[in-house]
């Protein structure tokens, strides 16, 4: 397919979309976060804004990808990447998150939808990550599909990650009735 074809085959696409929303066929929204909402992705910048080091972490996810470590090896070794810095607490996390910018018309464009929509953010990120991104869009219904887990003293212990993201995502959305539109970074461009 040509590039022509392409870019033309994405205005087709669009304005399906676009005529539906303006039919108000859908009843929800929903979200992807990282990469949709934000300009990045939340796995790197967790590791740098810790303090630790993005090329261990990298490691790490390529020995995964590539089966030399099982899950919970990955997850192990990159919590203690992340607690080595000495800043792996949900204290430091949560400014950490809160600091953290989304897109330029992230605001204004959740404000509009709100209007007319249920709006959902459904993410692979991080709970507190995608609980304070919820929280500056005043959006009520969201699913982080990785939960952190803390000790005690609110120092981060380990996290749970779902390794099939797209079979915790729809689960997610069972409770939702009526037609919803997901949207995800792929679906923007």
Aim: aromatic share 12%; charged share 25%.
């Amino acid at each position: 397919m040509t590039s022509q074809n392409l870019e033309a085959n994405k205005q087709i696409t669009f304005s399906r979309f676009h005529d539906k929303i303006k039919r108000n066929v859908y009843k929800a929204i929903i979200f992807d976060v990282d990469g949709t909402l934000t300009e990045d992705i939340s796995w790197y910048k967790i590791t740098e804004g810790l303090g630790a080091n993005r090329s261990k972490h990298e490691l790490i996810f390529n020995d995964l990808t590539s089966g030399k470590l099982q899950l919970q090896q990955a997850i192990d070794l990159l919590t203690n990447v992340w607690r080595s810095t000495g800043n792996a607490n949900y204290e430091y996390m949560q400014k950490m998150f809160e600091s953290w910018s989304l897109r330029i018309d992230a605001v204004s464009t959740i404000t509009e939808l709100q209007k007319r929509y249920k709006i959902c953010l459904i993410s692979g990120a991080a709970d507190l990550y995608i609980e304070s991104v919820a929280g500056k869009l005043g959006v009520d219904e969201y699913y982080a599909n990785t939960e952190l887990k803390w000790d005690s003293e609110k120092n981060l212990e380990s996290f749970v990650y779902y390794p099939q993201q797209a079979l915790k995502k729809k689960s997610n959305l069972r409770y939702l009735s009526g037609r919803i539109i997901f949207l995800k970074k792929s679906a923007l461009q």
